[in-house]
């Protein structure tokens, strides 16, 4: 029976947009909501790749939670792992940054974990080819992009230089796309006259993708359309292809026909698949919940789980009618799921309607002033989808001052290509580098 004194305990699994728009949703409600989350800060993911690339900066795109929820008086956040859930007990496990293990009881607990990158089993690629899902990873790939113009300055040979100088992204969906497109321009515009032995506009971006297409989610117009533009920027594009192993110097790839080639690149960078955290995993198996191959947890219409009216799954890890993983999807069923929460305090005793998607379409950023946007029956490309690109960035990114610095930001890169973002030092891990295949000492069976 619920305790009339102590407010209803709703905890709230991660700080992304589904948790963060489930905490909005609970702000004028007589309840008690903690947020947990393994990061401090909430981040943008769209525009991760605009961090990498040097045109934002870390604090532009990632915004502490404490500072987006502190007029929320009902809501705390705690910076801590979620390891597992006891459904029986209602409690979820902990693990704070030092180790400790914490229990965090709950009424209602709402999920919103997102996704994680996956190497579809080939795990060993990630030293190779860092993927793109937070904000080290976009610091990691920004030192890398910069450091293989560094490297290939100092270059000894044609063939050393010519790998540091090639790019090659794995994944054609937005995120490939965004990142081949910015190093072209870093190569062409950005870099333009700052070293003395190569020309930086040389460096080659090889996109490799599995389909017939680039962003093949945006429908086949619009797909061609940035498969042109692409072209145009001087992008090779591999469509049909499967990445089959990649190492410190390159990558092999298969073609359709089964033809097996090597393409040099001394910088892979990986935008292919997402699998759930293992929380999910854990939670599912508590709960008796399905998931799909890549672990997305199964709802029902009211994003609840089968058997756990308390229990609600939002956002990318939720699996419901194969909504894509996209910000819209986690903002809306979050907010769904906080409200649910408030109807349910509230004593509202009409049933309330199943979770409906509402489609605003997506967008993505191929080149300064060049972007493709599909909202309903209405496809933008080239300027105009630009500015529809920058118009939706703008309303969606968390907070006045994330706003107007971004604002600012794209007004310099937009007018001068500069990018002021391109602080990075060399990493420990650089040194010893690993020689060439074909450089290789024979082992001793050999
Ligand atoms: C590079 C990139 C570009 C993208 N571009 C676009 C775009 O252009 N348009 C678009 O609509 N969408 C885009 N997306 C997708 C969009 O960002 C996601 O759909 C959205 O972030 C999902 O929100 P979420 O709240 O479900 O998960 P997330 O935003 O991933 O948030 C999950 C949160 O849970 C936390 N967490 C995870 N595990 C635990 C745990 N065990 N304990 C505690 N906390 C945990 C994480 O730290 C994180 O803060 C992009 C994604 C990426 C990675």
Avoid at 52 to 60: C, F, M, R, Y
């Amino acid at each position: 029976m619920q305790d009339h004194v102590t407010p209803r305990r709703v905890v709230i699994l991660g700080g992304g947009f589904a948790g963060l728009f489930a905490a909005r949703a609970l702000r004028r409600s007589p309840v008690s909501v903690t947020v947990v989350d393994r990061r401090a800060h909430h981040l943008f993911q769209p525009l991760l790749y605009q961090c990498a690339s040097g045109i934002l900066s870390e604090g532009q795109i990632a915004q502490p939670l404490r500072d987006i929820l502190r007029r929320h008086h009902n809501v705390r956040c705690l910076l801590a792992e979620a390891t597992d859930v006891d459904v029986q007990a209602r409690l979820v496990h902990l693990r704070l940054p030092d180790g400790r293990a914490m229990e965090l009881p709950y009424d209602d607990l709402i999920v919103g974990v997102g996704m994680r990158q996956s190497y579809f089993g080939h795990d060993e690629f990630a030293a190779h080819a860092p993927g793109m899902k937070t904000l080290n990873d976009a610091l990691d790939i920004r030192r890398r992009i910069y450091q293989a113009f560094e490297m290939a300055e100092t270059a000894t040979s044609a063939r050393e230089r010519q790998q540091w100088l090639t790019f090659a992204l794995v994944g054609g969906g937005p995120t490939g796309v965004e990142l081949a497109g910015q190093i072209r321009e870093i190569a062409g515009h950005t870099l333009e006259r700052e070293f003395r032995t190569i020309d930086s506009a040389e460096a080659r971006v090889l996109l490799f993708e599995g389909s017939d297409e680039v962003l093949g989610a945006f429908g086949r117009p619009l797909a061609e359309r940035a498969a042109r533009t692409l072209r145009g920027l001087g992008v090779e594009l591999h469509l049909g292809t499967r990445v089959t192993d990649i190492d410190a110097h390159g990558l092999m790839v298969r073609h359709k026909d089964g033809a097996v080639t090597r393409y040099e690149a001394r910088t892979v960078l990986w935008t292919a698949g997402v699998e759930a955290p293992p929380v999910a995993t854990a939670l599912a198996r508590a709960t008796g919940a399905t998931q799909d191959r890549a672990g997305r947890i199964a709802v029902e219409p009211d994003l609840t789980l089968p058997g756990h009216p308390e229990i609600r799954v939002t956002g990318d890890v939720m699996s419901l009618n194969k909504l894509p993983g996209l910000a819209e999807v986690a903002m809306q069923s979050g907010a769904y799921a906080g409200r649910s929460v408030r109807h349910a305090v509230e004593g509202r005793t009409k049933k309330q309607k199943p979770f409906k998607y509402v489609d605003l379409g997506s967008a993505a950023y191929i080149s300064r002033g060049r972007a493709v946007l599909k909202t309903g029956p209405l496809h933008l490309s080239g300027f105009l989808g630009w500015l529809a690109w920058l118009f939706i960035h703008v309303a969606f990114l968390t907070g006045f001052r994330s706003r107007l610095g971004a604002v600012l930001s794209w007004s310099v890169a937009f007018a001068t290509n500069a990018r002021r973002e391109r602080a990075f030092a060399m990493s420990d891990a650089d040194a010893p580098a690993e020689p060439a295949p074909e450089q290789k000492a024979p082992s001793p069976s050999a």
